[in-house]
């Protein structure tokens, strides 16, 4: 008998249909089911892809330390497959990082060092310097958008049948975006690709302003105005994952309107997701109201709501931050 180490479940995720969320005649709306994955993310897919290109090319060996600096997700997927596959793991959060994501890390045995949140990127970067260990630097390895073009892209595709049109997906890495959408671009130029950006991020000023076409104005704006609840979405800059010239469009969501989508699935089409994918479905459903129903939009689910039940489905959590509006399943 033959049957798969769980591990080898990663990716080759259902397309679900969400066209019943969108208005009659609009385009039809589909979602990929990431949650699905073992680690329950989207980020799954490139911390698996990583470790096999660091270990083609002999820079991690067995008892060698792995340190991940993550909003959370990724490092829940390189906890998990940085232990079986023989590596000591350190995850670097912030405290905004959910407790559940930071409990799922350590009861996968990685040791969890969190900081704050404007600092957890560069004392991760720091700490694996300093040490001689082996730095996933997620935001600027060029081998995190591979890892979607090499996977989600050509899944998105062909369960599609080649008949999408439209990327929606919101980043913080932004290497899914890029990577996916390159390859959905290669396979058809006149596919559109759309960031989701949300409050906290100055990415749509980066890409409105031209910011992008100037080396030394990656660091304007790198400050944040203002604050979202929303985890592993939005950056104060661009990250080397975050290719311009795929993105056509960037469209601004509120915490209110990701979150508001969020309970919507889960009392509608029994989802419980996480908050960016929240965002990613409420983006997604303004696109295809502005089409007609030849149209084809995908996004993404990119994580489970259970990594956030301390907070986006805790209502004294929401009232807290701001967000009495929101309506509780």
Known sequence: MKAPRFTDLIGNTPLIDLTRLVSENSAELYAKCEFINPGFSLKDRMANYILDVAEAQGKLKRGDVIVCSSSGNTGCSFAMLGKIRGYHVVIVTSNKCSIEKQNHIKALNADLIVVTQDTYMSYGENYAKENGYFDVNQYNNIYNPEAYYQTLGPEIWKQTNGEITHFVMTGSTFG??????SFLKECNPKVKVILADPVNSNIYAYYYSNYSNSKNDLSLNSSLSEFSIIE????????KCLD?????????????????TCHQLAKEEGLLVGGSSGLNVFAAKLIANRLDRKQVVVTVLCDSGIKYLSKIYNQEFLSKNGLKSVKMV
Do not use: L, Q, R
């Open 232 to 239: 592993g979405a939005g950056k104060s800059a661009p990250t």
């Open 176 to 181: 899914c975006i890029s990577g996916t959408g």
């Open 244 to 260: 311009f010239s795929v993105i056509d469009e960037v469209v601004k969501i509120s915490d209110e309107e990701a979150i508001s």
